[in-house]
């Protein structure tokens, strides 16, 4: 069975500072992974995935993640936090063939200080 | 702009009413998801549609039905609401390649 964890519910950064948001995952098989947040009272806006390729993947707002199959890991990074990247962050992975459910980690709240 | 749309962004009903929450998309997606959201859980699968009148049971189907009756149109009904199904409700859709899937804005659902 697929699974994510998202280890950390709550991430505080100071504004100009790097930021991570770990993410590991357990799947049989090769991965699709993703990167999902959201704002306050709204849905889901994808961020970035991986489905194969460059380990390093690119996304939206200058986020990236970093695929480690060894480590089973998928955790989102930005250089530099913005007050406005403050949102909860979601982590989801799926096995890439056929179809299979996309299962969601619990979520991090990343806080974003001035 | 590609666009999930629900129709309540906020809903209060009483015990026992039945609900209809409903989703349109307009990106002429094959698939299309309802999921739950309730802090510390993450997004936990209801049901899910391949196709039109084609649905699957997500990982807590219990109390809810789907219609799907539309490519675009995917319902959720709640037969007879009760209060452990207050929560943000979340549609989703996707293509045929089953890649990211796109989520409208949330209904908010208090059942008192």
């Known amino acids: 069975a697929q699974s994510v964890a998202q280890p950390e519910d709550q991430v505080n950064v100071a504004e100009g500072n790097p930021l991570t948001v770990k993410c590991t995952y357990s799947?049989?098989?090769?991965?699709?992974l993703f990167w999902y947040v959201q704002y306050p009272n709204r849905g889901l806006q994808f961020l970035l995935k991986y489905i194969t390729g460059d380990n390093l993947v690119k996304g939206s707002y200058g986020f990236e993640a970093e695929f480690n199959k060894s480590q089973t890991s998928f955790h989102l990074k930005k250089p530099s936090a913005l007050v406005s990247d403050s949102a909860l962050y979601f982590c989801a992975v799926r096995m890439n063939t056929g179809f299979q459910k996309l299962v969601f980690g619990t979520g991090t709240r990343l806080l974003v200080s001035p | 702009d590609v666009k999930v749309t629900q129709s309540s962004r906020y809903l209060v009903k009483r015990t026992g009413e039945k609900v209809f929450l409903e989703c349109v998309q307009d990106?002429?997606?094959?698939?299309m998801f309802w999921y739950r959201q309730d802090p510390g859980l993450g997004l936990r699968l209801i049901y899910f549609s391949y196709d039109v009148k084609m649905k699957e049971k997500g990982d807590i189907p219990e109390g809810y039905s789907v219609s799907r009756e539309k490519k675009e149109r995917f319902s959720l009904i709640l037969e007879s609401a009760s209060t452990n199904q207050t929560s943000m409700y979340l549609c989703?859709?996707?293509?045929?390649?089953?890649?990211?899937?796109?989520f409208g804005p949330g209904t908010r659902l208090t059942v008192l």
């Open positions: 989703a859709s996707t293509g045929w390649r089953w890649d990211e899937q796109f």
């Open positions: 990106m002429d997606h094959e698939n």
């Open positions: 799947v049989s098989g090769n991965p699709y």
